[in-house]
């Protein structure tokens, strides 16, 4: 009856603590009549216990986290500073400067370095929401949340009230923006989980190909002259999304020069037909997020698009595909036309399901495929078509989603992929 008037905080944690202990059931209800009355708090928590406190702390700050540990028993923010790692960026205010990738690589990555093994690094760049507000920055004084790009024309010090008006009044004026986004550029070992923020800053969205290619080697100059490419190792590539800026600055830095023929890759790359060997200074690469690259297939996909043709003409298209999909067992029609009539055409994740559902629906034909004498010409002049698309994306999908492949069938795949794909421009 107690314990179902009254709510104890954390019970379950109470229960399993006292059986790790051994404890009799005898022992159990006396631990529970102290938490009824507020004598026993149960201590111990699990991962996620940190994430739903960090949870409190980064959305209602200090006080709502103390509030609910109080009520809740979650962890304090003591608790959450002893066991869990903050990590703690300097922001940008104002234009991106070298300060402020020295800082964040001395705070962030160089002083938690702790393994002597150099490993190759991938600087990544994309964009995350963000509150469109301006903040003050007690530590400096200064106002930030204002776009990198156009917060040199304010002052963001706080000197008087005027400086507040005068910041306003350039917000209002639109000769300064309220950052839409924040553009963070993380660094990332080859091999490793750890992925190393090193440069927060407010945008606006209205950067060009030219601050693009500004940024990008601003960051690969600072990685060098701060020591991190000898302390932790050098970049090796430069990974972003499918921004089209983006990947117009990345073109120009990184899709330049062939590989020279004293590079220790070139004699084994050079037996590669077909391999783009451009690259940029100190060989570094451009990378994509295979997350977009399976977006834009999604996008443009035949769930989205008119469809494809392949197979001497045959059009492949949603509508065809619904009339085949169903044949597998675990699609029915309603899960099959959610499949290709997505409500968000950039949910990757249903994306990738409709494309592993086209391959294994191919996997499951291949006797009607071989069938030379089978007398639905129609049916089968379809399946063909499905066929050649389900070679395509198995090329693309498998490299990045089977882990247990080889480096070399990765190679072989992604081979296969393009040559595919410029087969199937050129014929169709």
Request: net charge negative; proline share 4%.
């Amino acid at each position: 009856m107690a314990v179902s008037e009254r709510d104890i905080p954390r019970l379950q944690q109470i229960i399993n603590v006292a059986l790790r202990n051994g404890a009799s059931i005898h022992q159990i209800v006396n631990k529970l009549e102290d938490a009824l009355e507020g004598a026993y708090h149960p201590r111990g928590y699990d991962a996620t216990d940190l994430d739903i406190a960090t949870l409190v702390y980064r959305l209602g700050g200090r006080q709502l986290l103390f509030a609910l540990n109080q009520k809740l028993a979650i962890p304090s923010l003591r608790t959450l500073r002893t066991r869990a790692v903050f990590t703690v960026i300097t922001p940008t205010i104002g234009t991106i400067r070298n300060e402020h990738f020295d800082n964040n690589i001395h705070a962030v990555v160089l002083s938690s370095r702790t393994e002597s093994v150099l490993c190759g690094v991938s600087l990544m760049i994309d964009e995350i929401a963000l509150e469109e507000m301006a903040v003050h920055f007690s530590k400096y004084n200064k106002v930030g949340g204002l776009c990198w790009k156009h917060s040199h024309l304010v002052d963001p010090v706080l000197r008087t009230y005027e400086s507040a008006v005068n910041i306003a009044q350039r917000i209002h004026d639109g000769h300064v923006h309220l950052g839409k986004e924040l553009t963070v550029m993380g660094a990332s070992c080859f091999g490793r989980d750890e992925i190393f923020p090193i440069l927060a800053a407010p945008t606006c969205k209205s950067e060009n190909a030219n601050d693009m290619e500004q940024i990008l080697t601003e960051a690969i100059d600072r990685w060098n002259a701060t020591g991190a490419a000898a302390q932790v190792g050098p970049v090796w590539s430069v990974a972003t999304d499918g921004d089209a800026t983006r990947r117009a600055a990345g073109h120009r830095l990184f899709v330049k020069s062939p590989l020279s023929e004293s590079s220790d890759l070139y004699g084994t790359l050079i037996n590669m037909p077909g391999l783009n060997l451009f690259t940029g200074n100190n060989e570094v690469t451009l990378d994509f997020d295979f997350k977009h690259i399976f977006k834009r297939k999604y996008m443009h996909s035949p769930s989205i698009s008119a469809g494809v043709v392949l197979n001497n003409g045959r059009i492949i298209n949603s509508m065809m595909l619904a009339r085949y999909l169903v044949w597998l067992p675990a699609f029915d029609k309603a899960a099959v036309t959610k499949l290709l009539y997505p409500d968000d055409p950039q949910d990757v994740p249903r994306g990738v399901e409709l494309m592993f559902a086209i391959i294994k629906f191919s996997k499951s034909q291949h006797a009607i495929v071989n069938d030379s004498f089978s007398t639905d010409i129609d049916t089968r002049a379809d399946l063909q078509s499905i066929a050649l698309l389900s070679a395509l994306l198995e090329s693309i999908l498998l490299p990045f989603t089977n882990l247990s492949l080889s480096l070399s069938e990765q190679f072989m795949l992604l081979s296969r992929y393009s040559h595919l794909a410029f087969a199937f421009f050129h014929a169709h």
